[in-house]
């Protein structure tokens, strides 16, 4: 016999499914949903009231019927609560109003001055307090998501370690819930893009995912069978600071040779530099530069490739050979469905993913030759906050709303 607790829970779970199979396929009516999911039509009625009267469900129309009254249809509304979130990097605080499908309803980037430490969890306290007291209508906000480089618990909402911004052991989640009163999430950034790639881009087939982003560093993100891969700690998905060359170049980590400092930007941009002042003459790069160092960005790279540029053909030569060396060493260990490549020296750069898709398929073992899958991202400019908002709307939709 079922015990009052876990009735509660039955009925949660029923509204839930309910729930998502509107969102999912409505226009639908109560009794195609009964049909579909299986659940009995007197369930389906009483769980369609409850989320009719919390507004995220609503009555429209009528569809076709094969005999009798026709149905009326369901529609889940996006718009009836909103969730914020709030992207951390080194240079920016970005924070945002989304709807209940991560659409952006206001925005606001914020610098970070270069605080690090208390000066930056203050000021990142400042920018929501400033953010939320101009809304009237808070009760309707369904959660607060922040999103952050560095090693975040967050099933306990602790930021464990980000190294650039001195942050170490933070309890965020509980001082931003005792600030503002409103639920909070905390996820590590690339954690939370490998979720909005699941959730809103083009990858929602796939269960096993791997996500690497190349910038300033190398992040990447790893769902397994459709979870988030965290480890003990939190740490999982430290690609950039797996060792490929035993005893190279000094990583801020601590040791040497981690793949980030072969292949993020600012390593492109040193060898850019340092092929420049050697044998540069004549090249593509070093007429659009003209002397002039800050000119280099890693757009001009992508543009100097599609140019034929022989000193940035090398460059790329060089880092999707240690690229590739990360990918095919984590396909073996993960095997992943599909690995998703961002960054801007990814960006619209098709030689670049093709080099990598065939170092890649040269290096797996036979049966992974024809399976190897690497995409570009997905997630568009506003990649940052399509992350927050996956991070709430993931879990807030296995559970109906309170
Ligand atoms: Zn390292």
């Not at 469900?57 to 509304?77: A, H, I, T």
């Not at 952006?104 to 953010?131: D, M």
């Not at 190349?214 to 459709?226: E, F, Q, R, W």
């Not at 990918?327 to 093709?354: A, M, R, Y």
Request: charged content about 20%; glycine content about 8%; proline content about 2%.
């Amino acid at each position: 016999m079922l015990r009052t607790g876990d009735l509660k829970l039955m009925q949660e779970l029923n509204r839930s499914i309910i729930l998502n199979t509107i969102r999912k396929k409505g226009p639908i009516s109560r009794s195609d949903i009964a049909k579909l999911i299986n659940i009995s039509p007197t369930t389906v009625t009483s769980a369609v009231n409850e989320l009719i009267n919390q507004r995220v469900v609503y009555e429209d129309g009528v569809g076709s019927s094969s005999g009798g009254r026709k149905p009326v249809l369901l529609r889940f509304d996006p718009n009836s609560r909103y969730i914020i979130g709030v992207s951390i990097s080194n240079s920016f605080i970005k924070i945002s109003e989304m709807n209940l499908e991560g659409a952006i309803i206001k925005r606001e980037v914020h610098s970070t001055h270069q605080y690090q430490g208390n000066e930056i969890i203050n000021l990142i306290l400042t920018i929501i307090e400033q953010f939320i007291t101009s809304k009237d209508n808070i009760d309707l906000c369904e959660g607060i998501s922040i999103i952050t480089p560095g090693i975040v618990d967050s099933s306990k909402g602790i930021l464990s370690y980000n190294s650039k911004l001195k942050l170490y052991n933070i309890a965020l989640k509980q001082i931003v819930e005792e600030k503002f009163n409103i639920q909070t999430h905390i996820d590590n950034d690339t954690n939370a893009f490998v979720q909005a790639e699941n959730y809103f881009g083009s990858f929602s087939q796939y269960k096993d995912l791997l996500y690497i982003t190349i910038g300033d560093g190398v992040g990447s993100g790893v769902m397994i069978n459709g979870k988030t891969l965290r480890g003990y700690k939190g740490s999982a998905g430290e690609l950039g600071h797996t060792t490929i060359v035993r005893g190279g170049l000094k990583c801020e980590c601590g040791n040497e040779g981690c793949l980030e400092n072969y292949v993020n930007w600012p390593a492109i941009y040193s060898k850019i530099v340092s092929s420049l002042l050697t044998r540069g003459k004549g090249t593509f790069i070093h007429d659009q530069v003209k002397g002039d160092l800050s000119k280099i960005t890693p757009a001009l790279f992508v543009q100097a490739l599609k140019e034929g540029d022989v000193l940035c053909l090398r460059i790329m030569d060089e880092v999707v050979s240690h690229l590739s060396t990360s990918i095919i060493n984590t396909i073996h260990l993960l095997n992943p469905e599909v690995i998703i490549l961002s960054g801007e020296i990814i960006q619209d750069n098709e030689l670049f993913l093709g080099a990598i898709r065939s170092k890649v398929a040269q290096g797996v073992i036979p049966i992974l030759k024809e399976e190897v899958n690497i995409q570009p991202t997905s997630l568009g400019a506003d990649f940052e906050m399509l992350g927050a908002a996956a991070v709430i709307l993931q879990e807030k939709f296995q559970f109906v709303f309170q």
